[in-house]
């Protein structure tokens, strides 16, 4: 079962505007979520993270949210660029999990110019 | 500070063989992880290895193997290749146990025919 969903597997947005990617998990034992960017051909790039016992953190353009109750996660980028499509993956992992993380399936976004 | 590096970056092989990937991580990074991603099941957690110690194994069979060295420098290891195994296989380094934030390398394509 995935423990943890991206249900939206592509996303279109044009530049300057708000780009709003989602995430669902089900495990409650997770407490840590990250988000990484994806292009082709490379490895993922860590982007932000957020505790369970915050609700949201910001790092310039990129801001994540977590609704713990609602076990959903987003992540905002305001405003878009074209050079921020890729693909955008949500991870969790849990306190006794070590450093393993658990991904969602990934969402494309493609903003356009 | 270099990142994460593998080697090779693409690896052609034949059903039943084995194959070796090496990730040497960020310097001063002591957590190395591994990570396969399939266009079916998405980035799947293979395992992790702190001090040489593999920490945390994922729901992989035990073809699938790995070690790390006193460098901090890991190998993984698949044994009688299926076609299935063919996918990118991920090394991530983080800096201490507790932290989350893992660094990706670019990955290693391996494709069994």
């Known amino acids: 079962d995935q423990q943890v969903k991206q249900n939206s597997p592509s996303l279109s947005v044009q530049e300057g505007r708000i780009s709003i990617l989602n995430c669902d998990y089900t495990?409650?034992?997770?407490?840590?979520f990250l988000w990484y960017k994806k292009y082709p051909a490379e490895g993922p790039t860590f982007l932000i993270s957020?505790?369970?016992?915050?609700d949201k953190n910001e790092d310039g353009r990129f801001t994540v949210f977590l609704n713990k109750s609602a076990k959903h996660l987003s992540l905002h980028i305001v405003p878009s660029q074209p050079g921020d499509s890729a693909v955008y993956f949500c991870?969790?992992?849990?306190?006794?999990?070590?450093?393993?993380?658990?991904f969602g399936g990934g969402t494309r976004l493609m903003v356009k110019p | 500070k270099a990142g994460v590096t593998q080697t090779p970056r693409y690896l052609i092989k034949t059903r039943g063989q084995q194959v070796t990937l090496s990730c040497s991580p960020i310097s001063g990074h002591r957590s190395v992880s591994w990570y396969q991603q399939t266009p079916g099941q998405g980035l799947q957690f293979l395992f992790e290895y702190f001090s040489e110690t593999q920490r945390n194994k994922g729901n992989f069979p035990g073809r699938f193997s790995g070690r790390q060295f006193s460098n901090s420098r890991s190998e993984m290891n698949v044994s009688t290749l299926e076609l299935g195994d063919s996918a990118l296989y991920l090394c991530?380094?983080?800096?201490?146990?507790?932290?989350?934030?893992?660094?990706f390398g670019p990955g290693t394509r391996l494709t069994v025919t």
């Open positions: 957020i505790s369970s016992i915050k």
């Open positions: 495990n409650s034992m997770f407490d840590y």
């Open positions: 991530a380094s983080s800096g201490t146990a507790g932290s989350y934030e893992q660094y």
């Open positions: 991870a969790a992992s849990g306190r006794n999990a070590g450093n393993m993380l658990t």
